[in-house]
């Protein structure tokens, strides 16, 4: 079994930084890509970064030269240094894991509250 385990959330400024780390354990075989997504009440999740296998990087062009994403390949950890915030960074943002060999799986982190104040 897979887990998720994401920290770092919380209440900061408009301005401000926070800086989230999602560390992956359980039998996970070949992880394809690692990222943040995240969700406010009554919408979509939304993809904000991913880093896949080889070290590429997307990101939504909300959050692009604000955010940064980053793994620790020996740790099975992503972390999401986000600068610059913006109160309509407010979300539950949410670690995602793809993995797997021929199958492909999908896992989910259970969330973490960032809420900038104005």
């Known amino acids: 079994q897979v887990q998720l385990v994401e920290s770092g959330g919380g209440l900061v400024q408009a301005g401000g930084s926070l800086r989230l780390s999602c560390a992956a354990s359980?039998?996970?075989?070949?992880?394809?890509?690692m990222g943040w997504y995240r969700q406010t009440p009554g919408k979509q999740r939304e993809l904000v970064a991913v880093?896949?296998?080889?070290?590429?990087?997307n990101y939504a062009d909300s959050v692009k030269g604000r955010f940064t994403i980053s793994r620790d390949n020996t740790k099975n950890t992503v972390y999401l240094q986000m600068n610059s915030l913006r109160p309509e960074d407010t979300a539950v943002y949410y670690c995602?894991?793809?993995w797997g060999v021929g199958e492909l799986y999908a896992s989910w982190g259970q969330g973490t509250q960032v809420t900038v104040s104005s």
């Open positions: 880093i896949r296998t080889g070290g590429t990087t």
């Open positions: 995602n894991l793809n």
């Open positions: 359980g039998s996970i075989l070949s992880i394809k890509s």
